[in-house]
């Protein structure tokens, strides 16, 4: 019995090792140009003082020649690169910006970041089991997802389809499952034309790209749904107005975000969370808020604010949850103004980042 227990044994440590071992050769999801992105940052990363990580609305709105060009100085330049992330969860950008800083960018000094939401939904039913899903499924994000789908109100039985959701992908993540093509890839030194020709795009705009001209009929029919029923898109701008839901933080995993915070104030860097002009509401924000895990933060997703009204104006808009390139310039002239306001309070306040040579 003892003997069938070690063989047991030394079966699983020898199979979590090989494992372990494998998930260093497993690249990022070329899905979305996810890996084309990392890659374009990688090349530029010491360059780098600040980021900007987030979802789509970050990817979408976010021009980082126009914020460096606002905040910097001759004396004091400022370098900045976009990290937002098409059909990004709040796991997915944690899982990203654990990867950023892990490549230790020797000038990083602000990260700007959307708030984490808490959800364990995915976007889309096609994103679920797919390479890109299993590469954030590591065993505490798998955990901290499990949880929040099992605290999750209405219909039990869904809630637990959706955590075992979380498991199962969080298997695969233990077993490399499905990596072997990407990694023979890797071996091959497969680079895929529009791989590279995504990386060059977006390591001309440090990481900004635009929707306007994109092919893809996934852009395209979102587009076209937008100029179709313009008063559906005014609805839903009204309905973001006037909604005042203060969803309290029970069951919500508030360990991502104070662990966040954590891994960038060991990085050297500060943080600012960031709402960008989303159409889609936040309802656990105030709770957020109140409970002081937001210190610093920038709203740009109210209509009813004369700063932020333009921005849901269609002219500016891409689709309804996206700005145009003349949305994002707008929205970047205004961020960077804000950001010069929040910088100079901190340097005020006598809270420097630390050099690098401090970290």
Request: aromatic share 8%; hydrophobic share 45%.
């Amino acid at each position: 019995m003892m003997r069938s227990a070690a063989f047991v044994l030394v079966a699983l440590v020898g199979f979590l090792l090989t494992s372990t071992a494998v998930r260093t050769l497993v690249p990022w999801s070329d899905a979305y140009d996810l890996r084309a992105k990392l890659e374009a940052f990688a090349e530029v990363k010491d360059e780098i003082d600040a980021v900007h990580v987030g979802s789509s609305y970050t990817f979408r709105s976010v021009q980082p020649a126009i914020v460096d060009r606002t905040l910097g100085t001759e004396a004091r330049p400022l370098r900045s690169f976009n990290l937002g992330v098409d059909g990004g969860t709040g796991y997915e950008i944690d899982a990203v910006l654990e990867h950023v800083l892990a490549t230790r960018p020797a000038r990083l000094r602000h990260v700007l970041i959307e708030p984490f939401d808490g959800s364990p939904h995915f976007l889309s039913p096609r994103n679920v089991e797919t390479p890109r899903s299993v590469r954030w499924h590591t065993p505490g994000r798998t955990a901290s997802a499990m949880g929040a789908a099992l605290g999750l109100g209405g219909e039990t039985t869904l809630n637990l389809e959706l955590a075992w959701t979380h498991l199962r992908l969080g298997c695969w993540w233990l077993a490399n499952y499905g990596a072997g093509p990407s990694i023979a890839g890797e071996w091959l030194g497969d680079q895929p034309a529009a791989r590279l020709a995504a990386r060059e795009q977006l390591a001309s705009e440090r990481g900004y790209q635009a929707l306007d001209g994109r092919e893809e009929p996934e852009f395209l029919e979102r587009r076209a749904r937008l100029l179709a029923d313009p008063a559906a898109f005014g609805a839903e701008v009204a309905a973001l107005s006037n909604r005042r839901e203060h969803k309290p933080l029970d069951g919500f995993p508030v360990e991502v975000l104070r662990s966040q915070r954590a891994r960038i104030e060991a990085a050297g860097a500060r943080v600012i969370h960031v709402v960008p002009p989303r159409i889609s509401p936040l309802p656990s924000l105030p709770a957020l808020i109140d409970a002081g895990l937001l210190p610093v933060l920038l709203r740009y997703d109210d209509p009813t604010d004369p700063e932020v009204a333009p921005l849901y104006e269609l002219r500016l808009r891409y689709d309804r949850g996206h700005l145009s390139r003349a949305g994002a310039r707008l929205f970047s002239e205004l961020y960077a103004r804000d950001l010069a306001v929040e910088w100079a309070r901190a340097d005020a306040q006598d809270v420097p980042a630390p050099d690098a040579a401090d970290r």
